[in-house]
């Protein structure tokens, strides 16, 4: 049973537009979630955080929202650019638990 | 969906102690196995590409008689961490590729070297 959900294996975006990535869980335990994002050959680099006791965290283009009651969290990408064409990994982890529950990827392509 | 999973999910060794860190696809067979280090600001260092029935690819920097990698099926890949001293205490995750870049993630597994 796969607790951490992006039921999305590709996502298509214009350059310039928002791009939204989203992700869902099933372990209300966990407090602690993170985006990674990763290019082919090279292994995933974090891009953003957030804690539960949050609902919002932004970072330059990178915005993550927190959805506790409908165990969401979503990754806005504005505007989006080229190199920003890779897969994205959402992850999360409880408290106490050293361990990470990846999602399965979600690729974002931004068309030109 | 495909899962991997990491045994054990957390290890305290004394220094100097070997300890082995097993990697296993668990719906899905997989002939490339990649073996990572989770360094401090969450991102994850490739440590090695692990192939069915060869030797590891180790990245440059790692050393390979340090962690030695096995991957003796299509199911199961193992990282032993040799002569472990404290300085390799950190989260070491595994991911297995199904088809082109397409990775599943294990849970990872924290080392704590004494």
């Known amino acids: 049973d796969q607790q951490v959900k992006q039921n999305s294996p590709s996502l298509s975006v214009q350059e310039g537009r928002i791009s939204i990535l989203n992700c869902d869980y099933t372990n209300s335990m966990f407090d602690y979630f993170l985006w990674y994002k990763k290019y082919p050959a090279e292994g995933p680099t974090f891009l953003i955080s957030?804690?539960?006791i949050k609902d919002k965290n932004e970072d330059g283009r990178f915005t993550v929202f927190l959805n506790k009651s409908a165990k969401h969290l979503s990754l806005h990408i504005v505007p989006s650019q080229p190199g920003d064409s890779a897969v994205y990994f959402c992850?999360?982890?409880?408290?106490?638990?050293?361990?990470?529950?990846w999602g399965a990827g979600t690729k974002l392509i931004i068309k030109p | 969906g495909a899962v991997v999973s990491q045994h054990p999910s957390w290890v305290i060794c004394k220094s100097g102690t070997s300890v082995k860190i097993e990697c296993r696809s668990l719906d899905f067979q997989a002939t490339t196995m990649f073996w990572y280090r989770q360094f401090p600001k969450q991102s994850l260092m490739l440590m090695a590409t692990s192939n069915e029935g060869s030797k590891a690819t180790y990245e440059q920097g790692v050393e390979k008689d340090k962690f030695l990698i096995n991957h003796a099926s299509l199911t199961l890949s193992t990282l032993t961490v040799t002569s472990a001293h404290p300085e390799d205490s950190s989260f070491y995750i595994c991911s297995a590729r199904v088809a082109g870049d397409e990775q599943f993630f294990g849970p990872g597994t924290r080392l704590t070297v004494l």
């Open positions: 957030i804690s539960s």
């Open positions: 992850a999360a982890s409880a408290p106490s638990n050293y361990q990470l529950i």
